[in-house]
């Protein structure tokens, strides 16, 4: 079994300043590694995904992430964030080997941007 | 192309009342989920369905029922509303391809449990 914690549940930010989320995994088998974002009253969508290969990852508007498999972590970072970057922000894990392709996800990261 | 849908948006019950919500994907997936978000605790897979006519339980399972009749829909039953059911509700869809694949989120369907 897996599971998934992020370890900021708020990240109140400047707008134009930079922003890390952080997240941690715990797995006995190698996982796959998500980000989500939800924006308010509107369901999740997927901000970047690591599978394999390069270490970071690069996703839709300005995010990237870093997969550490030492650490087991997945950190989640932005230069300079919008106002519109203000969201809840989940880190997620799935098993290659098990059926479903189901999601273990952390409890959240609130992040306000502020002007 | 809607993607997936959720019918209602909101609905309020009382103690003891039965509904059903109800999730349509046009996508053509295999996978279909459905979830529930409480504050703090992320979202957490209740069941889901790896084809028509296939369900299985997922984390929360109990005071939930499920049914997948056609590919496109998967419904989740309430048969006895708690007060602890209270939550948003999402419903997914992703295609089969062994855990690497992105989830494809509804707008959610928020129950208040009275």
């Known amino acids: 079994a897996q599971s998934v914690t992020q370890l900021d549940s708020q990240v109140p930010v400047f707008e134009e300043a930079p922003v890390e989320l952080r997240c941690n995994y715990s797995s006995s088998v190698s996982v796959y590694l998500f980000w989500y974002v939800q924006y308010p009253n509107q369901g999740l969508q997927l901000l970047l995904k690591y599978l394999s290969g390069s270490t970071l990852v690069k996703g839709i508007n300005g995010f990237e992430a870093e997969f550490n498999k030492s650490q087991t972590s997945f950190h989640l970072r932005k230069p300079s964030v919008h106002i519109s970057d203000t969201a809840e922000y989940f880190c997620?894990?799935?098993?290659?080997?098990?059926?479903?392709?189901?999601?273990?996800f952390g409890g959240g990261t609130r992040v306000l941007v502020k002007p | 192309n809607a993607g997936v849908t959720q019918t209602p948006k909101f609905r309020v019950l009382k103690t003891g009342q039965s509904m059903t919500l109800l999730c349509a994907q046009d996508?053509?997936?295999?996978?279909m989920y459905w979830y529930r978000q409480d504050p703090g605790m992320g979202l957490r897979l209740i069941h889901y369905?790896?084809?028509?006519?296939?369900?299985a339980k997922g984390e929360v399972p109990d005071g939930y029922n499920v049914s997948r009749l056609k590919k496109q829909n998967f419904l989740l039953g309430l048969e006895s509303a708690a007060p602890s059911q209270t939550s948003v509700y999402f419903c997914a869809s992703s295609y089969h391809t062994g855990g690497l694949e992105t989830q494809y989120f509804g707008p959610g369907t928020r129950l208040l449990v009275l």
């Open positions: 369905s790896v084809g028509e006519g296939t369900t």
């Open positions: 997620a894990v799935s098993d290659p080997q098990a059926a479903g392709n189901k999601l273990t």
């Open positions: 996508m053509n997936h295999e996978y």
